[in-house]
């Protein structure tokens, strides 16, 4: 630390607060920084003081320094002083191993208070101490100068630092896009800004800057990155912020491969530099297409730091001719119906009392389950269940050795339709994984979902929405596909072989987060046109939301893909947070407020008169 240090002196300090050590012991200092703590003995007066690097003490003895001892006297939690002496060692036994300064102290020979302060509205100097949340937004400065945000604003800026590094070795450019644009489609709301020399036009802050990273491949930039400011107007969860940064990349003359292998070996090298002590899982990371991801964890983004995989009870509840035979109305039904019967076996829960097995199926029917059955295979191997009278015994062990379990297991089993059952068991498997513990909270569990489908139907629209981005490109197989039964792209229905069509999309997922997403795009005017088509643009509207990509595309595209990776969602995941707020410098509340800065708040009113705008009201809020 002292070399970092040493470059940091200023006509305030010669160090920093955690710079000085035994070697420095005789040296005259001086240092300026936040009093810590501070323990008054009368005659002597021991101070911490603080900054950024770290933690000094001072001692100021009023028989050495009657000045500086009459000056500390005032001195309080927060002021900001500043102190001239002596480093001593620390007398025998009264060192402190828990700091970097702790084998010195500096005898103060001079001291000046260079700023008042306030008693501070909760405890900076201890971490633990419990801190009301919205305080610590409003008072958000005072909230970083804790020890935990700054750490965790370090964290960040040597995420970002790394970020660079790794792309500017890989032949990037990093190229600042604007963030007054026009529309472009994430699936969110734009914010929009009003111009003032176009009275009636607004411009749109970039909800990603997907079609000029694609412009920067059409004019040569080759491989571009940046770490960009997004804004997408949606409801605020631990995961989303109105605002939040990407690390967004673009690439030309590449296929899906080329993208994931740099985006991996990117992520390994900067998860090395920036947490070296966290073990990564798996290298290569698992890839799965999105049809075995949601087949065999529900979810598109899977925690892999455990098993708890979901499986097909189907082959167990047919007889020989394929007919329902398990004597469960329910399972019976569902098979018939061409439903599924899948189940997940559960560590531990066999002896769950019946409030907790209660609650969990009111947590399955708050996901959208009509029920939730289960086997609790005993220590000693016997099976207990409601629903054992109908299956009889051979059954429930046939279907509870198919789900894996072990002696003590709880056999959690939905039958419904693939997508309720899928998705419910799937929540379930992420909600039980990390509550039993069974996720190590030390390890960094990546992989990649790939292959998804192209567009999901929208019933009310009678339109194929994108899933993801409507500039991904189709799995080259499968471009016959992007046809429609009446032959007009323009008339889309919901048996379209476009429905089948597999996007080039790839997601990457950490520890169950969505991590990031991207895809080899579509390079072709003709094809994007047709993809915008299912999509349901107008021409009109595709005209004037995508006409700039579109006429670009008959300059010479080449082919290009890119992804894009939440910066906030992976600072978090690194430093253990389960909010982005806590990675985020100034974050907003749940509301999207800032309450620091009393955001968003009333404009003045010339500023609405040069915009030519009045606020009307809306129904039902207060105008
Ligand atoms: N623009 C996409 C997003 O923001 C990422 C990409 O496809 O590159 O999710």
Request: with cysteine; aromatic share 8%; charged share 25%.
């Amino acid at each position: 630390m002292t070399d970092a240090s040493a470059s940091l002196a200023t006509s305030y300090r010669t160090h920093t607060c955690g710079a000085l050590r035994a070697t420095d012991v005789g040296g005259d200092v001086r240092l300026a920084g936040w009093v810590h703590r501070r323990r008054d003995h009368g005659q002597l007066i021991f101070l911490d003081l603080r900054d950024r690097h770290g933690i000094t003490q001072v001692v100021i003895d009023a028989a050495d320094a009657p000045d500086a001892h009459a000056v500390a006297s005032a001195a309080r939690s927060e002021y900001v002083v500043m102190v001239g002496g002596t480093v001593a060692a620390r007398l025998p036994g009264t060192e402190n191993a828990k700091l970097p300064t702790g084998a010195i102290e500096v005898q103060a020979t001079a001291f000046t208070i260079l700023n008042e302060a306030k008693t501070p509205p909760f405890y900076i100097n201890d971490p633990d101490a419990p801190v009301d949340e919205s305080l610590r937004l409003k008072f958000r400065y005072l909230d970083i100068r804790r020890d935990p945000m700054q750490q965790r604003l370090l964290l960040r800026s040597r995420l970002v630092q790394s970020i660079r590094e790794v792309h500017h070795a890989n032949g990037f450019v990093e190229v600042e896009t604007p963030n007054l644009i026009k529309s472009t489609p994430e699936g969110a709301r734009d914010f929009i800004v009003p111009s003032r020399l176009q009275p009636g036009s607004v411009y749109a802050l970039p909800q990603s800057p997907q079609q000029l990273k694609q412009l920067l491949m059409v004019a040569g930039v080759d491989r571009y990155f940046q770490i960009a400011r997004c804004f997408r107007d949606e409801d605020l969860r631990g995961d989303r912020q109105p605002e939040f940064t990407q690390l967004d990349l673009e690439m030309s003359f590449v296929d899906e491969a080329a993208v994931m292998d740099f985006v991996e070996a990117m992520t390994i090298e900067v998860t090395k530099a920036v947490v070296p002590d966290r073990p990564i899982q798996a290298v290569p990371f698992p890839r799965f297409t999105y049809d075995e991801a949601i087949e065999r964890y529900g979810s598109d983004k899977p925690d892999l730091r455990f098993g708890l995989e979901l499986v097909d009870l189907a082959p167990d509840l047919r007889n020989a001719d394929g007919a329902p035979s398990s004597g469960f109305r329910v399972f019976d039904e569902a098979i018939a119906a061409g439903n599924r019967v899948k189940a997940i076996a559960v560590p531990g829960l066999a002896d769950a009392p019946r409030s907790r097995i209660d609650e969990l199926t009111e947590t399955a029917r708050r996901f959208g389950a009509k029920g939730l059955a289960y086997l609790a295979v005993e220590p000693e191997g016997t099976i207990k269940s409601p629903i054992l009278k109908f299956l009889g015994e051979d059954l429930a062990e046939r279907l509870a050795a198919r789900a894996g379990a072990n002696p003590g297991d709880l056999v959690l089993i939905v039958a419904d339709t693939t997508d309720v059952a899928n998705d419910v068991l799937g929540r379930l498997r992420a909600d039980l994984g990390v509550r039993l513990g069974l996720a190590d909270p030390n390890v960094l569990a990546y992989c990649w979902v790939h292959r998804f489908p192209m567009y999901k139907w929208d019933e009310e629209g009678a339109r194929w929405d994108a899933t993801h981005n409507p500039f991904s490109g189709v799995v080259p197989e499968d471009e016959v596909l992007l046809t429609t039964v009446s032959g007009d792209p323009t008339r889309p229905s919901r048996d379209d072989p476009a429905g089948r069509a597999r996007a080039m999309q790839y997601d990457i997922a950490l520890n169950g987060w969505e991590l990031g997403g991207g895809s080899v795009r579509i390079w072709r005017r003709d094809l994007l046109e047709q993809s915008f088509a299912l999509q349901g643009y107008s021409e009109g509207r595709m005209r004037n939301m995508f006409g700039a990509i579109l006429d670009a595309f008959e300059y010479g595209a080449p082919p290009h893909g890119g992804i894009a990776l939440g910066i906030d969602r992976w600072a978090a995941l690194l430093a253990y947070q389960t909010n982005i707020r806590e990675v985020m410098a100034f974050p907003k509340t749940q509301s999207g407020n800032d309450p620091m800065l009393d955001a968003p708040s009333e404009p003045d009113p010339t500023q609405y008169a040069e915009l030519g705008l009045k606020f009307v009201g809306l129904p039902g809020k207060p105008s």
